[in-house]
């Protein structure tokens, strides 16, 4: 089977489209509407999220994360403080991310800044975490260079002994972090590249103002 030109690689898309009137007021609710349609569908893993960050001199770096609570307040996942995007996160609080909901032929962008959630929030989520996962948040010191994948293995395999009974704390430079949005995109795919682009624009009085983009 032979493989096509990337320039021949093309969708029509023709799935839904998104007008005002469905789009509303408040993007938090489009955002669980589409969210729930997600779910339904049976997209795989529909709270994936590409997280791009930045330094503190503009270098970005991004990487696929998976959100684990949403209110009103924004988005929120969990990581090693220490790793290359909390310590980026320290610099420089502003973030991106990215929901591809590619079977719905859909995207939501998201732009805003990051607050850490508090030492409760952390500790109830780390809690109700599988062991192997608690475990594994001790044994990688993540982004950190390692010398080979048995190093990483019997690290946890210590901890394993160390915490017989399954009790493990969580590690201080482990936790969560709240994405705080100022601004939504919701795209939606449409025929002849003339997708549906509908933006979100938090205001100083907290109110949103909607404005739809050219594709």
């Known amino acids: 089977m032979s493989v096509p030109s990337l320039a021949d690689m093309r969708k029509e898309y023709s799935a839904d489209g998104l007008v005002e009137a469905d789009a509303g007021d408040d993007p938090f609710a489009l955002f669980h509407r589409w969210f729930e349609q997600a779910v339904t569908a049976g997209l795989h893993e529909p709270n994936a999220f590409v997280l791009a960050t930045a330094t503190a001199d503009s270098f970005p770096s991004a990487r696929?994360?998976?959100l684990k609570a949403l209110d009103d307040r924004g988005f929120t996942f969990f990581t090693n403080y220490d790793s290359r995007k909390?310590?980026?996160l320290k610099t420089n609080p502003c973030v991106a991310l990215v929901f591809p909901w590619h079977a719905l032929e859909r995207q939501v962008r998201v732009e805003g800044m990051i607050e850490v959630?508090?030492?409760?929030?952390?500790d109830d989520y780390f809690a109700n975490r599988p062991l192997g996962s608690r475990l594994g948040?001790?044994?990688s010191a993540q982004s950190d260079i390692i010398p080979d994948r048995a190093y990483l293995e019997q690290r946890h395999a210590e901890l394993m002994a160390q915490y017989p009974d399954g009790n493990v704390p969580r590690p201080p430079n482990?936790?969560?972090?709240?994405v705080l949005p100022c601004v939504f995109e919701f795209w939606q795919g449409r025929p002849s590249r003339l997708h549906?682009?509908?933006?979100f624009t938090l205001?100083?009085?907290?109110t949103w103002t909607r404005q739809r983009l050219s594709p």
């Not at 959630?117 to 952390?122: G, I, L, Q």
């Not at 482990?174 to 709240?178: H, L, P, Q």
């Open 64 to 66: 696929l994360v998976l």
């Open 86 to 88: 909390g310590r980026e």
């Open 117 to 122: 959630v508090t030492a409760a929030e952390s």
């Open 137 to 139: 948040a001790w044994a």
């Open 174 to 178: 482990w936790g969560g972090y709240r």
């Open 196 to 199: 549906d682009r509908i933006r």
């Open 203 to 206: 205001e100083r009085d907290t």
